[in-house]
């Protein structure tokens, strides 16, 4: 049974749970071993919290027997190593915050706890959040368990594999210009980006503060619909964050597709995408109109310029929000001759590469004589890609498109041109630009059995249509599949 407990989802392992069938500790313990046992292989965790995670898993069965469960009580769960832990390693995956702990836990987090969520412990990314493949980290690329040659996706890819490879049925992953959505798909399983300002940012180290948003990692559409309903709501701690009343998401998922207006964007159906994933996605959109949607082409005119817009809008406010990382309150320090020596010493040793680039260009965007040109412009457009949206959301409820152009490509392919690597993200970009929910689900395998996502977009705090479409494709489709480490 112990060895079967980790081929369960979130809701089947609640069912167990509930029935008394099994305890949280031994469900708890069963996915500590499988990351004893696999995770060599795949670099997911940078932190696992054994003893914090048997801690709460009794505490959850105690809670069970009381009959104060909720959906996610004594549930491992695994937490992108952006998200702040008290009394746990944060380190974004940088040297910079290699030993910080934090004081305190975000929203986030908070809200998983008081739930009863188990935390199985900290998941590896790119630094900082900056990255396409999770090659970007300080502490060693993450390995795709479909094939352990290729990238997970970024920078959520500690989540997406530690997923996919069975070591936690739930993590929690960001999504700034498509860093849940990309993984998701490149390691076979569910991820929502949920409307920007749906789910609290307090206690997310940010990236690019306009942009960054939290969202579910999971392996069906259940169990992220569950999630969903666990982190949402309004939180005054957070700025950003709207005053909007909470949907029972899981509640809404089998109230049916048809009549649902699926829309299918000509301008993600280029040249430069991979044939395989085009058959696979129209084949998807083809089965959902099967199960009573109604689909027709949308335009979404401004999608070229996403990218570009992208790249000056988030560096900007990574250059920003990086500028805190100073070497004297929290940050890994380096000595230097005097204080502004110090800022420069640390900043070098402790920030890679693709951060360094990124600061670069975004003070660079930001500085005088350049503001206006750069940064006011792709503001403007940025207005304009979300208008595309509006207009689009008009005439249909869900638009459909591949979640990115290719499989998962192999580590090393493209480390050495940056503006490729930038370039993998143009079907999700558009979306945090305009700050609507998207996820991407499994529709398909490639020839050479590498996962194909599925990306299905909403109008803003269209959450519940989102879920309910996608799941009605997961049960009429079978594309849930387990690696085989």
């Not at 970024?154 to 929690?172: F, H, N």
């Not at 680039?357 to 660079?364: A, C, H, K, Q, S």
């Not at 503006?419 to 050479?448: H, K, Q, R, V, W």
Request: aromatic fraction near 8%; include cysteine.
């Amino acid at each position: 049974m112990k060895s079967e407990l980790i081929l369960k989802k979130g809701h089947e392992l609640r069912a167990l749970l509930d029935s008394g069938e099994v305890s949280s500790v031994e469900v708890t313990q069963a996915f500590l071993d499988r990351i004893d046992a696999v995770d060599g292989k795949i670099n997911a965790f940078l932190t696992v919290t054994a003893d914090l995670a048997l801690e709460q898993a009794a505490a959850a069965d105690k809670r069970i027997k009381e009959g104060h469960a909720s959906p996610l009580t004594g549930i491992p769960v695994g937490l992108k190593d952006l998200l702040v832990t008290k009394g746990v390693r944060t380190t974004c995956a940088s040297k910079i915050l290699e030993n910080f702990i934090p004081p305190y836990d975000g929203t986030v987090v908070a809200k998983l706890r008081e739930a009863g969520a188990v935390f199985t412990g900290k998941l590896n990314m790119d630094e900082f959040a900056m990255g396409s493949s999770n090659e970007n980290s300080a502490f060693g690329a993450v390995k795709n368990p479909w094939d352990l040659d290729r990238v997970p996706g970024g920078s959520s890819g500690g989540s997406a594999a530690s997923v996919a490879a069975l070591e936690v049925p739930i993590a929690l992953g960001s999504d700034t210009g498509g860093s849940i959505r990309e993984p998701a798909s490149f390691c076979g399983i569910v991820g929502v980006k949920p409307t920007y300002g749906r789910v609290s940012r307090y206690g997310l180290i940010a990236f690019a503060s306009s942009l960054d948003q939290i969202g579910p990692m999971t392996r069906d559409v259940k169990d992220a619909a569950l999630v969903l309903d666990g982190i949402c709501g309004h939180d005054p701690k957070d700025s950003t964050s709207v005053l909007k009343e909470s949907t029972d998401f899981a509640g809404a998922l089998s109230s049916g597709i048809r009549g649902v207006r699926i829309g299918v964007p000509k301008e993600y159906f280029v040249e430069g995408l991979d044939p395989e994933i085009e058959r696979a996605v129209k084949g998807a959109i083809s089965k959902l109109e099967e199960l009573g949607a109604e689909v027709k082409e949308v335009s979404l005119p401004h999608t070229e310029y996403a990218v570009a817009v992208y790249y000056l809008l988030a560096t900007a406010e990574a250059s920003s929000n990086l500028a805190r990382f100073d070497s004297v309150r929290y940050t890994t320090r380096v000595d230097g001759s005097d204080l502004i020596d110090t800022y420069k010493k640390t900043r070098a040793a402790g920030f890679g590469e693709e951060v360094k680039r990124r600061i670069m260009l975004g003070t660079y965007a930001l500085s005088a004589g350049y503001y206006d040109a750069y940064y006011r412009r792709a503001q403007r457009v940025r207005t304009l890609i979300a208008r595309d949206f509006d207009e689009a959301f008009k005439e249909v409820d869900v638009i459909c498109s591949p979640t990115v152009a290719s499989v998962a490509f192999k580590h090393g392919d493209k480390t050495s041109d940056p503006l490729e690597m930038y370039l993998s993200d143009i079907f999700t970009i558009p979306l945090n630009l305009a700050g609507l929910p998207g996820l991407s689900m499994p529709c398909g395998f490639s020839s050479d059995g590498m996962p194909i996502g599925l990306q299905m977009m909403a109008g803003p705090f269209r959450e519940e249509v989102l879920l309910k479409t996608a799941y009605a494709f997961e049960e009429a489709t079978d594309f849930s599949r387990v690696p085989g480490l």
